[in-house]
């Protein structure tokens, strides 16, 4: 095996791979290796400018082992940044330490020449190569020991009971409602990142640890030590960007339905909102507001004046933000041209259509600078020129009519190999434009990847059930969200799938999940409710009158009762102004997310690391939602310290589990008494 080193890093070539290890920020490594000539060069999630450093390389022959008796002389390699440590055996295993604490290593059973013992005759390799036929892409697959007491978390969002990932098979894959961020935090103290946007799969067993790329050029990941959660983050945010700080006047109430048919529907309901003395910072005007799929206008006959629309909202101090998908009907007006610039995504085989509903429609290929362009353009004459202040980018995985990514193709390569970027260069045709002006961008998104929280994302957990199954579901992956590095986030108040708005049982959950919304980063009412039993406004098969419309959402629409409930947590919101500012402000300058683990406030206390049903909001609140129907109690883990009831002012002292009550009107907060923001509200 022949070894090389240079002022940044240690390379290697053992049987037709190249391996690359460098020194990529403090107290962290960026690993790359192929079997083709060069590396790529592509950054991919590694974005934002490094501190040069030098780290410390050593190049040696060991003696090893072969035959009893009889030992040659072997190379091996190390390479030190700070905290974390890089060995290289004589197979080209690698293994990495935290100070002098092993952290991870490649899994290795195969025969190595030696008689050592991990020398096996399975013939399982820590890094293996298969040729795609037909390209010069490979698929990979990347495995690691795994840690019996180790704890995985991050890695975006799954729709599962599991917050620790650890034995859990996941999809690295963009789906509607599933995020992947492959970025894993673990317990031992180092944090993981897949750079590689291929459409794969990683399984964090119990054997082992198996990362797969089913189509690629290299290998390419980066790995970092710290001793805290939050140090970590800090170490991720700082190669992968940070948000940007976000605006004050969008921290309160956004409101949204499925869906505003009439730019009359929208004015009218600003109206009772301004009468009924409630401040809403934006409203959404959801899709089919125009005529076709990628039009990207509204529709003349229900949207007749959208600036005089935008003027009165905006008199009003309510932003506006419309949906914009990336589909493309056939009969739109843009899809020819589209078509023949070459500006939509590719089939490999048969028919041209990707997206298949309310239309024959091909999605857009955002990796294509001119496809930004032409989109932005369109957006920017029928919706920015009008004073639209941003968009919201639904279907952003993309959604397809059937996953299959083998069958598509984009400007600069197969699907396969970088599916996963998608939404972050959806996002990125409305941000690399918008950041020109002098106001901070602001998008909501349905999907996001590694980095996409420096492109003014704020990444919704897609459509779920109303249901409480959902929403414990929706707790943790806002947690995981959080710890992949995306701190604005948000959910569908309710959930998007109601049957029926007259349920009680529905409007239990309703308030349930809007207590939770309060404290998490932004409080937006959304969801399609039933009955379906709204008319539509004409006969037409397309355009902005045709589609169903859901019941009306907003805080007043579900009864007196629930009305004084929501207003109740609606003031509360108003009331924490000051400090929900100061997180955003946190996750601005180093990460940290607006909803926290319980371990990440409280690493040193065991017990945080298996809680789930409970997380801080920034380091003053702990957050108690109410996730079962019918629950009016519920038992809390308050880790040590003194911590005050919001609903009594009673004091209980840390380091033990308490029972409170819980009434409909009452989700159980507790207010840190030790925590510096103490007295910011």
């Known amino acids: 095996m022949r070894m090389e080193k240079d002022k940044a890093g240690l390379t290697f070539f053992h049987q037709g791979e190249r391996v690359r290890i460098e020194a990529w920020e403090k107290d962290s490594l960026r690993v790359r290796a192929s079997v083709l000539p060069e590396f790529s060069g592509t950054c991919w999630a590694l974005t934002e400018p490094v501190e040069e450093t030098a780290p410390q390389i050593t190049l040696e022959e060991k003696d090893v082992e072969i035959f009893p008796g009889t030992t040659i002389k072997r190379k091996t390699g190390t390479i030190v940044n700070g905290r974390i440590r890089a060995e290289v055996n004589h197979a080209g295993v690698l293994s990495f330490y935290k100070d002098q604490h092993l952290i991870l290593r490649e899994y290795f059973r195969s025969y190595d020449g030696t008689i050592s013992k991990e020398s096996r005759c399975l013939k399982l390799v820590n890094r293996e190569w298969k040729g795609v036929i037909g390209g010069m892409e490979h698929s990979l697959n990347v495995k690691f020991e795994s840690c019996r007491e180790e704890k995985l978390f991050g890695m975006g969002q799954y729709q599962q009971e599991c917050m620790n990932l650890k034995g859990c098979v996941l999809e690295l894959a963009q789906r509607n409602s599933q995020i992947s961020v492959p970025f894993a935090l673990s317990s031992l103290g180092y944090g993981f990142l897949w750079n590689n946007p291929a459409v794969g799969r990683v399984t964090f067993g119990n054997n082992y640890y198996e990362w797969i790329a089913r189509s690629t050029k290299e290998m390419d990941y980066w790995i970092t030590a710290a001793d805290t959660p939050k140090a970590l983050l800090e170490n991720y945010t700082a190669v992968t960007g940070r948000a940007g700080m976000?605006?004050?006047?969008?921290?309160?109430?956004w409101q949204c339905k499925l869906r505003y048919r009439t730019q009359?529907?929208?004015l009218a309901v600003a109206r009772q909102y301004q009468?009924?003395?409630?401040?809403?910072?934006q409203i959404v005007i959801d899709f089919f507001h125009w005529t076709l799929q990628g039009d990207w206008k509204f529709d003349e006959k229900y949207w007749p004046d959208p600036k005089a629309m935008v003027d009165e909202l905006h008199s009003m101090g309510i932003k506006v933000i419309v949906s914009v998908w990336p589909s493309v009907d056939r009969k739109s007006e843009n899809f020819y041209p589209m078509l023949e610039k070459g500006l939509l995504m590719r089939t490999e085989?048969?028919?041209?259509?990707?997206?298949?509903?309310q239309g024959d429609c091909v999605e857009i290929d955002p990796f294509n600078p001119e496809t930004r362009k032409f989109v932005w353009d369109v957006c920017k004459r029928n919706y920015y020129d009008y004073g639209i202040d941003g968009f919201w980018l639904d279907n952003s995985e993309p959604d397809l009519g059937v996953y299959d990514w083998e069958h598509y193709r984009y400007w600069d390569g197969p699907a396969l190999a970088q599916s996963n970027l998608y939404p972050q260069m959806f996002s990125r045709t409305f941000y690399d434009e918008m950041r020109k002006g002098d106001t901070p961008v602001v998008n909501l998104l349905r999907c996001g990847w590694a980095g996409s929280q420096k492109y003014g994302n704020v990444i919704w957990s897609g459509d779920v059930p109303s249901t409480f199954e959902a929403f414990a579901d929706q707790i943790q992956c806002g947690l995981n969200m959080?710890?992949?590095?995306?701190?604005?986030?948000?959910t569908d108040i309710g959930g998007f799938m109601t049957d029926d708005v007259n349920d009680p049982d529905f409007q239990q959950l309703l308030i349930r999940w809007y207590q939770f919304a309060v404290y998490s980063p932004v409080l937006r009412m959304h969801g399609d409710r039933g009955p379906y039993?709204?008319?539509?406004?004409?006969?037409?098969?397309?355009g902005g009158g045709y589609l169903h419309t859901g019941q009306p959402n907003e805080l007043w629409s579900y009864?007196?009762?629930?009305?004084?409930?929501m207003k109740k947590y609606y003031a509360l919101r108003m009331d924490m102004h000051g400090y929900i500012k100061s997180l955003f402000q946190e996750a601005h300058e180093n990460g940290s997310p607006l909803l926290r683990s319980m371990f990440y406030e409280f690493p040193e206390d065991q017990r945080c690391w298996d809680l789930q049903d409970q997380y801080m909001f920034g380091e003053k609140y702990l957050v108690a939602p109410v996730l079962h129907l019918n629950q009016f109690q519920r038992e809390v883990y308050l880790p040590a310290g003194s911590w005050k009831l919001t609903s009594t002012g009673q004091i209980y002292s840390g380091g033990k589990t308490v029972a409170v009550e819980a009434p409909i009107d009452y989700?159980?907060?507790f207010e840190r008494q030790d925590s510096p923001l103490a007295a910011i509200r």
């Open 533 to 542: 039993n709204i008319p539509p406004l004409d006969d037409r098969d397309w």
């Open 667 to 669: 989700m159980p907060v």
């Open 264 to 266: 009359d529907e929208v």
């Open 482 to 490: 959080g710890l992949a590095g995306i701190p604005w986030w948000t």
């Open 246 to 253: 976000f605006p004050e006047n969008l921290m309160g109430l």
């Open 275 to 281: 009468k009924e003395g409630i401040k809403i910072d």
């Open 559 to 565: 009864g007196e009762e629930n009305y004084a409930i």
């Open 349 to 357: 085989r048969g028919a041209a259509q990707t997206y298949d509903y």
